[in-house]
């Protein structure tokens, strides 16, 4: 099992070029279900999320070649429409395949899906909107068996703006008869990049981005080459790194808007920050001031995905912050880490209160969870010593080899196999 060996307290200085998203590329190879043909993607990140995602399309026969960064995938025969248990049970997203495994073959049998423990992960919007769309499901024996019985467009109104169930549906609906709303969709820049992918293929879709999306069903979708998008939650780790470990960082390849919430936080800390059409430089001098309030909302608020990582940042920080997670119910695995570390962290329910301490010392300690993971490899950066990061395997599902990327910044992360 890997680990990685964190040495602390090294200026960073470099350049990096991010690459493309997890929670991009996720939902993007389950459509490419759609075309019963060949999908070409660019910029692809090497992750274990990706590898779960191929192996499971493998397996109901579709053709993948993975090399560098370009993803061929070829879904003309598809061979079965049961997915097997043991690779659903890998991840979170292996649940995308529900939306475009219906509107093409007309059933699916999965398994409740697996992911990081973050909390009770529901997946009870999806199936209402499955269902308001015309499918019938069963639910029996932790599997779930769906069948069309129908496929009709119609209003969907979502009772929480859930990133998965908004892209389930639209999934689905690209090839229902007739026009179906989604009403309060999330407004994630991933829900934008998948209507721009579905949209390559031929799809009718409009209006993601914001809270209702209007999608008109075709009857085919086409061939389709794409080159996905930057990943904000990497970009945002990054920042932090340089923010932690202190120095002047260059960030290539990113789309400044999608990590507005971050930047603006990390301007708050003290940190500089230079904006450029798709780059951006990071420098800090002195300590960083601690930050009162951060809440974690749907974007265009705070992403959960950079809390844990920003905790990191705050427990150095000069003051007491208050971080308030209120996407996901437990999402603080990494603070009894950080703790080890020598961090002054008091949790209450969905509150996390961060005394900022001057140094964190370097310990041994252990991934729960992918960002959790994320945040201990960026307190090690911070902190006097060495920082032994256990359970890589969290991180690799997120981070195209995490160590490699804080090398191109000038960190000393090593990675013991
Ligand atoms: C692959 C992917 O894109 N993952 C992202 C996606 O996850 P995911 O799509 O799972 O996140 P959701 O937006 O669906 O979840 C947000 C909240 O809604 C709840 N919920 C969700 C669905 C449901 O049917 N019932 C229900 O109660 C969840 O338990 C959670 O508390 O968005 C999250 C929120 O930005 C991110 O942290 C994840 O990185
Ligand atoms: C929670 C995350 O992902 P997933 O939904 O794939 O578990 C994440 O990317 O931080």
Do not use: W
């Not at 395949?97 to 973050?118: Q, T, V």
């Amino acid at each position: 099992m890997s680990r990685l060996l964190v040495k602390g307290q090294n200026k960073l200085n470099g350049e990096l070029a991010i690459k493309g998203a997890k929670n991009a590329v996720l939902p993007i190879l389950a459509a490419t279900i759609l075309n019963k043909g060949e999908s070409i993607l660019f910029d692809a990140p090497h992750l274990s999320d990706v590898d779960a995602m191929i192996n499971i399309l493998q397996s109901i026969g579709c053709k993948i070649e993975f090399e560098n960064s370009i993803m061929k995938v070829d879904t003309s025969n598809l061979s079965s429409h049961e997915i097997p248990e043991h690779l659903v049970r890998e991840m979170r997203s292996s649940i995308f395949l529900m939306g475009p495994m219906l509107a093409r073959c007309g059933k699916i049998k999965i398994s409740y899906p697996g992911g990081c423990e973050i909390g009770p992960r529901p997946i009870d919007l999806h199936l209402k909107a499955l269902r308001q769309l015309g499918v019938k499901i069963k639910e029996a024996h932790g599997f779930l068996e769906c069948e069309v019985v129908k496929l009709d467009g119609t209003e969907i109104h979502l009772d929480y703006p859930s990133v998965g169930a908004t892209e389930n549906t639209m999934l689905l609906a690209v090839m229902a008869n007739g026009t179906t709303k989604i009403r309060n969709a999330a407004k994630e820049p991933e829900i934008v990049e998948l209507q721009t992918y579905l949209n390559k293929m031929g799809a009718k879709v409009s209006g993601a981005g914001t809270s209702q999306i209007t999608i008109e069903g075709v009857k085919k979708l086409n061939r389709v080459e794409h080159k996905i998008m930057a990943d904000r939650i990497v970009a945002g780790t990054m920042l932090v790194a340089g923010a932690m470990a202190g120095g002047d960082i260059i960030l290539k390849n990113i789309v400044i808007d999608h990590i507005k919430p971050i930047i603006s936080k990390l301007r708050e800390s003290g940190c500089i920050i230079e904006e450029k059409t798709d780059s951006l430089r990071l420098k800090t001098h002195k300590r960083i001031k601690a930050i009162e309030m951060t809440k974690t909302l749907p974007y265009p608020g705070f992403p959960t995905d950079m809390q844990a990582q920003f905790m990191s940042l705050m427990a150095i920080a000069k003051g007491t912050s208050i971080i308030t997670e209120t996407v996901f119910e437990n999402r603080f695995k990494h603070v009894d880490e950080l703790m080890r570390m020598g961090a002054n962290i008091k949790i209450d329910g969905r509150v996390a209160v961060i005394q900022g301490v001057p140094e964190l010392t370097g310990a041994n300690v252990t991934a729960k969870d992918l960002r959790g993971g994320a945040a201990l490899v960026l307190a090690g950066l911070g902190a006097e010593g060495i920082t032994i990061v256990n359970n890589v395997k969290h991180i690799d599902r997120g981070y195209d080899r995490i160590e490699e990327m804080l090398k191109c910044l000038g960190a000393e992360v090593y990675r013991l196999n």
